[in-house]
């Protein structure tokens, strides 16, 4: 069979056509060889979502945004959605808008319900939500930031503002004065220092000297304190701590008049004859002083003794 020239003009039209049309299906995002499913989400704001922007489940991209339409009945929103994957999407799954980076754009993300086991056919309206972007996040954060610096900003202008009132021309002048005055103290410091080192300059032997002399101190009652650390303290103190036990009840004994100190300190019957015996004593060495011839007689012719005169009691002080 010959093909005529007129039948190959037409194939070519035809041919010419369903390109066109399959190149313009493809440039507003539709490719016609492929299996899509369709799905709808109506939202109050897109918050910049624009057509053939991606739709990913779990990160993957599974689909595109086909179009964005504006509903007269109700102002919302609607998106149609082509997913070609055959991955189970069911009733109760959710649709987000969000945004994966500062640049990248809007996005559509399919959050699925594993639990749910209705399965969405095509052409089915799923639930939609917005997650808050990066942007959005970092403007809730810097909201609050910039409430606060409009505050301190407020605050260090009155601050300022006092310092003004405060610093006057007279309060300049006293701190011109103060500083200046302290300037003068420093200078004063400085040769006051510099005398101070000249002094320990001529003085440095002496004061080696005495750092050594120190140093033999703290090693002399570093020994000493080895000493000391060596002696049995405790056992000192227990022995003293009896001998005053003893000593208390020495004291006890002779309070109670036992023992010859007890008996001395308590017998009165012998204070008075020890009195007495004192007593007599004195006055036989009164008589022995008085009349000494009575007790030590030594007569070459035979005289006789004079008789024996008792000694008045006071004679002593006569």
Do not use: C
């Amino acid at each position: 069979m010959k093909i005529t020239k007129e039948i190959k003009t037409a194939l070519l039209v035809i041919a010419a056509i369903l390109l066109f049309i399959w190149g313009y299906s493809f440039l507003k995002g539709r490719d016609l060889l492929a299996n899509y499913r369709t799905y709808y989400v109506q939202y109050e704001n897109v918050e910049g979502l624009v057509a053939s922007a991606p739709v990913t489940i779990n990160g993957l991209t599974v689909g595109k945004v086909n179009s964005i339409e504006l509903i007269n009945e109700t102002g919302k929103l609607q998106i149609e959605l082509q997913v070609k994957s055959d991955f189970p999407i069911s009733k109760s799954s959710i649709v987000s808008i969000y945004e994966p980076g500062l640049i990248g754009g809007k996005q559509i993300m399919i959050t699925p319900n594993l639990d749910d086991k209705s399965i969405a056919e095509s052409g089915t309206t799923l639930a939609g939500t917005i997650k808050p972007g990066l942007t959005s996040l970092v403007a809730e954060r810097l909201t609050p930031l910039q409430e606060k610096v409009e505050k301190m900003v407020v605050s260090a202008d009155g601050l300022l503002k006092n310092i003004n009132s405060i610093l006057d021309a007279k309060t300049k002048e006293n701190l011109k004065s103060s500083i200046a005055n302290l300037d003068a103290t420093l200078a004063e410091f400085k040769v006051a220092s510099h005398s101070v080192n000249e002094i320990l300059s001529d003085n440095k032997g002496k004061i080696n000297s005495t750092m050594t002399n120190f140093e033999k101190t703290a090693s002399n009652f570093s020994k000493l304190s080895d000493s000391l650390a060596k002696i049995n303290i405790g056992k000192t103190v227990k022995t003293l701590e009896q001998t005053l036990a003893n000593v208390d009840k020495i004291m006890a004994e002779v309070q109670s008049g036992k023992g010859t100190m007890g008996k001395l300190m308590k017998d009165e019957s012998l204070y008075t004859n020890f009195t007495k015996t004192s007593k007599e004593l004195e006055l036989l060495l009164q008589d022995l002083r008085l009349n000494p011839t009575r007790y030590v007689n030594v007569s070459l012719f035979g005289k006789k003794n004079k008789p024996y005169v008792a000694p008045v009691n006071d004679s002593i002080k006569k």
